[in-house]
């Protein structure tokens, strides 16, 4: 069983910066897509970045410039680096992480979650 756990959210004024981290349990976590998502109050959870094992990565339109996805096989860790926040970035953000068995199959682990509030 994959085990993820994130850290580093807090609260940060508009126009700051806070970076998140999330490390994963497992030997194999190394060739699982990673990814980061984030539900705010009343809404639908939604992706904001994905990093394959490859490197390949993908933004949510709204984050495009301002955040960027990276990763550490060796630790098994994925970042979010998030600059220029807005107030609109507020919400709760998971940390996934992603296995494609051989036939196609999704395996979704996810973490509890950390709060990130953007207000002055």
């Known amino acids: 069983q994959v085990q993820v756990e994130e850290s580093g959210g807090g609260l940060v004024q508009p126009g700051g910066s806070l970076r998140l981290s999330c490390v994963a349990s497992?030997?194999?976590?190394?060739?699982?897509?990673r990814g980061w998502y984030r539900q705010a109050p009343g809404k639908q959870r939604e992706l904001v970045a994905v990093i394959t094992p490859g490197g390949s990565i993908s933004y949510a339109d709204s984050v495009k410039g301002r955040f960027t996805i990276s990763r550490d096989n060796a630790k098994n860790t994925v970042y979010l680096q998030m600059n220029s926040l807005k107030t609109e970035d507020t919400a709760v953000y998971y940390c996934?992480?992603?296995?494609?068995?051989?036939?196609?199959?999704?395996?979704?682990?996810w973490g509890q979650g950390t709060q990130v509030t953007v207000s002055s």
């Open positions: 996934n992480a992603q296995r494609t068995r051989w036939d196609g199959v999704k395996y979704d682990y």
């Open positions: 497992g030997s194999t976590v190394s060739i699982y897509n």
